[in-house]
Nanobody
Framework: QVQLVESGGGLVQAGGSLRLSCAASGSIFSIRLMTWYRQAPGKQRELVATITSSDSTNYADSVKGRFTISRDNAKNTVYLQMNSLKPADTAVYYC???????????????WGQGTQVTVSS
């Protein structure tokens, strides 16, 4: 079994910054992909940023130039540096990881519990 634990959410004023972390633990051989999603009240969950095992990244248009995703493979941890935050960034942020628990085995998708980010105007 694999657990994802997010941290770093909170309340910040518009224009401020936050850094989210998501640490994976448990039965992990490798992590192919790590992704941050977010879900605002009354809206569908949306992809924010993703990073592959080779550090290739992709961002939603709404966060390009403001957010940076990175990962520490030795710690099985993904980060999301969020700068120039806007009230529209207010949401619960979720971490997702595509994990290979055993060598040459299948991969599975795991989710964290979410962390609240609130940006005040």
């Amino acid at each position: 079994q694999v657990q994802l634990v997010e941290s770093g959410g909170g309340l910040v004023q518009a224009g401020g910054s936050l850094r989210l972390s998501c640490a994976a633990s448990g039965s992990i051989f490798s992590i192919r992909l790590m992704t941050w999603y977010r879900q605002a009240p009354g809206k569908q969950r949306e992809l924010v940023a993703t990073i592959t095992s080779s550090d290739s990244t992709n961002y939603a248009d709404s966060v390009k130039g403001r957010f940076t995703i990175s990962r520490d493979n030795a710690k099985n941890t993904v980060y999301l540096q969020m700068n120039s935050l806007k009230p529209a960034d207010t949401a619960v942020y979720y971490c997702n990881a595509i994990v290979v628990p055993q060598v040459a085995g299948p991969s599975y998708s795991y989710w964290g519990q979410g962390t609240q980010v609130t940006v005040s105007s």
